[in-house]
C-alpha cells in the first residue's frame, strides 16, 4: 500500500485507510510515570499517525476503581466524540454484573475489558460469568489482557474460556506478549473461530504478524497500540511494513474490529 507507507516515510498523517486502535489506555498509572497519558495526548498521537479511533480503557478501572475508572473513560469519550470509544472495565472483586448493567445500554462503550493480572484471578473464573453471557448476548467483544505462562490469563485459559463460551467474541490481548508463544497463540485461534488476536505489545515483529495472517487469516487479526505504554509510532511501523497485501493491511489496522463492532448487538 504505497500512499501508507509514503505517508509514514514523510512523516505526515496517512490517509489511505480508516484506522482503528482497538487497545489503549488513559490517565496516569500508579507504578511508573508515563508522560501525556490523558485523552487529548492520545488524539494527538492519533493526528500524527493518521489514527482515526481509539478504544480504551482508563487505567484506575483496571488498577483499583473499575466505577470510577470507567467513569473517566466516559468523559473521555464525551471529550472527544467520534474519536474515542470506550470499553467496560470489569474487576472480578467489585460487583461486575452491577458494573456491566450500569453501562451495558451506554453507546459510549463498545465492549469490555479485563485484566486478569492485575486483578489477581483467573480468567477461567466463575466471577466473570458477567462478562461472557454478555459477549454471547450482544456480540460485543471482550479484550482480556493475556501473558504466556500467566496464572490467571494465559492462552491456554483464554481458550478453556472459549470451549466454554463459543459465541463470545475475544479479543487476545497482546497474542500472549511472548514471540515464544505464537504457535500457542495460532493453535487457540485456529481451534476457536471467535477468538481474535491483538497484535500489542514490544515483543512482536513483522514476520511474526505475517505468519499469523497467513496461518490464522488476517481477519482474525485485531491491530492495537498500548497507548500510552508503547509509541503509537513504533505499534504502527511493525505492520504497515510487514510483508502482507493490501487487503491484509487494511483488515488488520481496522477493518476486523470494525466488522466487530458493526454486528454487535442484541442477539436473538
Known amino acids: 500500500m504505497k500512499a501508507l507507507i509514503d505517508a509514514l516515510r514523510e512523516r505526515r498523517p ?25 485523552s487529548d495526548g492520545l488524539v494527538r ?14 487505567h484506575l478501572g483496571i488498577q483499583l476503581d473499575a466505577r ?33 448493567a450500569r453501562w ?4 459510549r462503550f463498545v465492549g469490555i475489558k479485563v485484566h486478569p493480572d492485575l486483578h489477581h484471578y483467573a480468567v477461567t473464573g466463575d466471577r466473570y460469568a458477567a462478562v461472557w453471557e454478555f ?33 463470545a467474541n475475544i479479543l487476545v ?9 505464537i504457535d500457542e497463540a495460532i493453535a487457540i ?10 497484535l500489542c505489545g514490544s515483543h512482536g515483529h513483522g514476520e511474526l504478524i505475517v505468519r499469523m495472517a497467513r496461518e490464522v487469516g488476517a481477519e482474525r487479526l485485531v491491530y492495537g497500540s498500548d497507548f500510552p505504554f508503547i509509541d503509537m509510532r513504533s505499534s504502527l511501523g511493525r505492520l504497515v511494513f ?27
Not at 480508516?18 to 497519558?37: K, M, Q, T, W
Not at 466524540?81 to 456491566?100: K, S
Not at 448476548?137 to 485459559?157: A, E, F, I, K
Open 14 to 38: 496517512q490517509q489511505a485507510i480508516e484506522i482503528i486502535d482497538a487497545h489503549a489506555h488513559v490517565g496516569p498509572y500508579s507504578l511508573f510515570f508515563i508522560p501525556r497519558n490523558d
Open 68 to 100: 470510577a475508572g470507567n467513569e473517566e473513560t466516559a468523559r473521555a469519550v464525551d471529550r472527544h466524540p467520534g474519536r474515542i470509544q470506550g470499553y467496560i472495565v470489569v474487576n472480578p472483586w467489585q460487583d461486575p454484573e452491577a458494573e456491566i
Open 135 to 167: 459477549a454471547e448476548r450482544t456480540g460485543r467483544p471482550v479484550l482480556t489482557h493475556s501473558w504466556l505462562g500467566s496464572p490467571y490469563d494465559d492462552l491456554r485459559q483464554i481458550g478453556q474460556v472459549a470451549e466454554r463460551h463459543p459465541e
Open 242 to 268: 510487514a510483508a502482507l497485501d493490501d487487503d491484509e493491511k487494511t483488515m488488520v489496522l481496522g477493518g476486523t474490529i470494525a466488522g466487530l463492532l458493526a454486528h454487535a448487538g442484541e442477539r436473538s
Open 189 to 198: 485461534a485456529k481451534a476457536h473461530p471467535h477468538l481474535y488476536l491483538e
Open 173 to 181: 490481548g497482546h497474542a500472549g506478549v511472548l514471540r515464544e508463544g
Open 104 to 107: 451495558a445500554g451506554d453507546p
Open 45 to 58: 498521537a492519533m493526528d500524527r499517525c493518521g489514527v482515526r479511533r481509539t478504544i480504551l480503557s482508563s
